[in-house]
Nanobody, 120 residues
Framework: VQLVESGGGLVQAGGSLRLSCVASGSFFSINAMGWYRQAPGKQRELVAA???????QYADSVKDRFTISRDNGKNTVYLQMNSLKPEDTAVYYCNAKATSLASLSEYDYWGQGTQVTVSS
């Protein structure tokens, strides 16, 4: 599974950005897609996740500001980020949990990351 992210960039505090991530390749199914982020000197953390048919999860720090959505037909997940703050500055990574065609086991896949920088 290959994940390609787009939509990062530089924005002023209070602004908005929309991230996209497209999954491609051979797999039995994609079970969940989501977004993580990693700021300099910090551990990677969950931002938002959307399992198929499951409850959407958000980090407390982004609730009511970020919205995750998914187009299953296009194997694409989006992250709409509003009211951005300087502390949202990080590299944002797309994550997919997919079932392999060969083994029918579930694996984690990651995109290359896209930089989001919020200036004050």
């Amino acid at each position: 599974v290959q994940l390609v992210e787009s939509g990062g960039g530089l924005v002023q505090a209070g602004g908005s950005l929309r991230l996209s991530c497209v999954a491609s390749g051979s797999f039995f199914s994609i079970n969940a897609m989501g977004w993580y982020r990693q700021a300099p000197g910090k551990q990677r953390e969950l931002v938002a996740a959307m399992p198929v048919g499951g409850k959407v999860q958000y980090a407390d720090s982004v609730k009511d500001r970020f919205t995750i959505s998914r187009d299953n037909g296009k194997n694409t997940v989006y992250l709409q980020m509003n009211s951005l703050k300087p502390e949202d500055t990080a590299v944002y990574y797309c994550n997919a949990k997919a079932t392999s065609l060969a083994s029918l086991s579930e694996y984690d896949y990651w995109g290359q990351g896209t930089q989001v920088t919020v200036s004050s």
